[in-house]
């Protein structure tokens, strides 16, 4: 089995699309959330719950496996998906981000404040720089045992098809909103060529590798807040061939301004081939997905929805809030009174009130089913609503709700 992307409808009013992603693993109806398992797992939670609460697929990230245990170790295992326990398709980032995020010291966020200052040698406080550029790869320090290591495209290539995922992404150069516009553009050359390393060796690895499934490779839109970068960057890599190799889908990645987020994402999928996936690298807030989705992305992926869960941080229809509040002591009613999930059909606010104050073990893998439930769902009611015609309504009936509470949806 190889890779196809079919789309069942277009929606007139919006770039927003419905389709099929279909993988070696099996098919993804997009649009789809994809959970992420970074080290070839989702803390805490068991993948047959992951598949219960209707994830479809889950992406894990080539800069954690490579370092521990061993993208050779997934290789012999029989590939991530095999190696994780979970019966469905895969993606993994390249790896990327996270090296480049050693580079600045930042914490794993994608979207930035732009409104900040912006020189290209800004580090996060009290960091010191663990990763170094050039235009060969990037030489970096683990952050587990401060070994030095290598990634470079043809290195990521290796790494990603030792790990077998069913989607890959090429390995680029991911800047920051705080980088100056002459760096941005040095960044967005250099992911270019980066990207027709990828293609050649990911050429080679495939027809090396003979017997194993196809893994698809994405290419990844960067170019910041900034409209030419952005579109020159979606001309050259949509339209990119290598030795007869093309990408088989797009990543929008890189720093991306929350504020313009609708407007950079349309500037991009305007331009990318129609029939070609697209996935939104790292966003994953409720009202987020309505502009990335009616902005012609088909899938996304955040590790938001647990890593909030794990700090007792909830989604619910109403807004966003606290279960250790004490407010919640002597509720008995679920989390989310219209959510389907186990732990919302289990267990109350009251319970989860006491194991989160208790820092019991459970407490982290209940709010993840519920919140990873609660955004699997909401991307799949929005592939409804566009099916049925009514997206801008299901829309404006969300988000009349959810933000009306509070304004704590974002993080
Ligand atoms: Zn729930």
Known sequence: MSFSFDIK???SGSLARVGTINTPHGPIQTPAFIPVGTK???KSVLPESMKDLGSQALLSNA?????QPGSDILDEAGGLAKFMNWPGPTFTDSGGFQVLSLGVGFKKVLAMDAQTTRHDDVIAGNKDRLAHVDDEGVTFKSHLDGSMHRFTPEVSMQVQHQIGADIMFAFDECTTLHNTR?????AMDRTYAWAIRCLDEHKRLTEERVGKPYQALFGVIQGAQYEDLR???ATDLGSLESNGQSFDGFGIGGALDKGQLGTIVSWVNEI???D???HLLGIGAPEDLFVGVENGCDTFDCVLASRIARTSAVYTMEGRFNLSNSRFKR???PIDSECDCYTCTHYTRANMHHVFRGKEIISATLATIHNERFIVRLVDQMRQALMDGNFADMKADFLGRYTHRSGQSRD
């Open 40 to 42: 070839a797992t989702v």
């Open 9 to 11: 409808k277009s929606d």
């Open 182 to 186: 002459p760096y941005q553009e040095l």
């Open 331 to 333: 509720d008995f009613t």
């Open 272 to 274: 990318l081939p129609e």
């Open 231 to 233: 579109k020159k960057a």
């Open 63 to 67: 800069y954690h496996l490579y370092l």
């Open 276 to 278: 070609k996936p697209r």
